[in-house]
């Protein structure tokens, strides 16, 4: 059964940085694309990035580039979310979500596991 659980969230401040972790027990993360996604309150739930694990191409959303990097050790079957330049707009529930295969690995693909997600918040 293929559980995800993030951590590291938390309060920063506007313009500080944030690792999101995402460990994934109990199933081969190898054999598996890696999202994080992200949902703020009245919003709908948004792509942040993506990774393969084959060649460890990522993708990110607009919003993302630049500050947010995503990274992922198969080995401890783990998917991490570096953050920087924090802002207000960016305060949301963050979940990773795991796909299996490499096939469309990118935002717009549907993902069938989700984590329980991790709250991040960028006072204003």
């Known amino acids: 059964q293929v559980q995800l659980q993030e951590s590291g969230g938390g309060s920063v401040q506007a313009g500080g940085s944030q690792r999101l972790a995402c460990v994934a027990p109990g199933f081969t993360f190898s054999n598996y694309c890696m999202g994080w996604f992200r949902q703020a309150p009245g919003k709908e739930r948004e792509g942040v990035a993506t990774?393969?694990?084959?060649?460890?191409?990522?993708t990110y959303a607009d919003s993302a580039k630049g500050r947010f990097t995503i990274s992922r050790d198969n080995l401890k079957s783990t998917l991490y979310l570096h953050m920087n330049g924090l802002k207000p707009e960016d305060t949301a529930t963050y979940y990773c979500a795991a796909r299996y295969g490499g096939r469309l690995c990118n935002l717009h693909s549907t993902y069938i596991h989700w984590g329980q997600g991790t709250q991040v918040t960028v006072p204003t």
């Open positions: 990774i393969y694990s084959g060649d460890l191409t990522a």
